[in-house]
């Protein structure tokens, strides 16, 4: 098992396949001329499965596969079809354009939930905030998973100023439909134009579905990053990632790979361990993955202050967040 220094285990791994994606979503990748890594720094199929066997060999139990946009990847469903042989809980983060293209292996590898990003319903504000017109593909395909019995969640970043007026419509899809909304607190990283004032918290959002609503807290599973919350008589849930107003990090069980295989110990660390490049040239990589697991940090890669309204971006050493992979 990987321990850090606080005695925290790690059985979870997320995986970035790609640091490209199709879509130019503003808080996560604003500038269109973005530079890619050529194919050769990233790891291929096989590497990607070596890698995620050796993690499954140190207790990891659970992998989902993100990006960028993963399923942008020619070989995603030959990974998917791979990693879905081994013990572990296998799942997905993707915006949802080309989950009809895989919604068949997707099936056949036994993937159970997968979360989509959704930022707004409204198809002109879509379009505004991804750059890309194709509101009523995600949507379809959010309906299409639904009608496989898959579990979706449905990731919305909330910004102060852009959507937070759709809080309440959210919170209503979940009447007739089995979704889990988890609202997320817009974080800084390298390139997003991030500023406090454009964080909407946890209890901002609350009050938001107080007006409308009335709901109750449900139990969080342990590794939670999100407090689950029920409009009761409603089929799906909603729930809140409170990364900047209440982090979560005492519990944190996450590692992450990037694409061109350097692990991250925390989306905030600075810190990172180029695995791939160790691999490739012959060398046994568990003493680097277990030094970066116990160099991990308390809370937040050691970059933030104690209240977020304190943290300067522009001091914070990291990726953008389509490099790390979310
Ligand atoms: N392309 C896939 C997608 O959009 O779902 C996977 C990668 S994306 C980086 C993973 C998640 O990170 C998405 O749900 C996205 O909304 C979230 N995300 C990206 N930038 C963020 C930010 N600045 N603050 C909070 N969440 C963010
Ligand atoms: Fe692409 Fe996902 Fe980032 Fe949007 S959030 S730009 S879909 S990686």
């Known amino acids: 098992m990987l321990k850090d220094s606080f005695n925290r285990s790690h059985d979870y791994l997320r995986i970035s396949l790609s640091d490209q994606c199709n879509f130019r979503c503003l808080y ?6 973005m530079e890619f890594k050529p194919a050769a720094h990233l790891m291929s199929a096989d590497e990607v499965v070596h890698l995620a066997e050796i993690f499954i060999a140190q207790g990891i139990r659970k992998i989902r596969l993100t990006g960028g946009e993963p399923l942008v990847r020619k070989d995603a469903k030959e990974i998917i079809e791979r990693l879905a ?3 572990i809980e296998l799942s997905l983060t993707s915006n949802g354009v080309f989950i009809d293209k895989f919604i068949n292996s997707l099936v056949t590898a036994g993937v159970h939930s997968i979360n989509i990003s959704l930022d707004t319903l409204d198809p002109i504000k879509f379009k505004s905030i991804t750059q890309r017109d194709v509101f009523d593909k995600v949507w379809s395909n959010v309906k299409l998973l639904l009608q496989h019995q898959i579990h ?29 909304i988890r609202f997320i607190e817009f974080m800084p990283f390298t390139g997003n134009d991030w500023n406090k004032n454009k964080v909407f918290t946890h209890s901002e959002i609350l009050a938001e579905i107080e007006k409308e609503f009335f709901f109750i807290k449900l139990q969080d599973a342990k590794h939670d990053t999100a407090k689950k919350y029920q409009v009761q ?36 660390s600075a810190e990172e ?34 209240t977020f309204s304190d943290t300067d971006p522009l001091k914070l050493i990291n990726r953008s967040m389509i490099d790390i992979g979310g």
């Open 28 to 33: 996560c990748m604003p500038d269109e001329q």
């Open 85 to 87: 042989k081994y013990p």
């Open 152 to 180: 979706v969640k449905v990731n919305c970043v909330v910004m102060k100023g852009i959507n937070e007026n759709e809080i309440a419509a959210f919170v209503d899809l979940t009447k007739d439909l089995p979704l889990h």
């Open 233 to 268: 008589g409603h089929k799906g849930t909603f729930a809140v990632i409170t990364t900047m107003s209440e982090p979560f990090c005492s519990d944190c069980n996450r590692l992450r790979l990037t694409a061109d295989g350097k692990l991250k110990n925390c989306l905030f």
């Open 273 to 306: 361990s180029d695995l791939l490049n160790q691999l490739r040239a012959g060398k046994d990589i568990l003493p680097l993955i277990q030094q970066s697991v116990l160099n991990k940090k308390m809370s937040q890669g050691g970059q933030f202050s104690d």
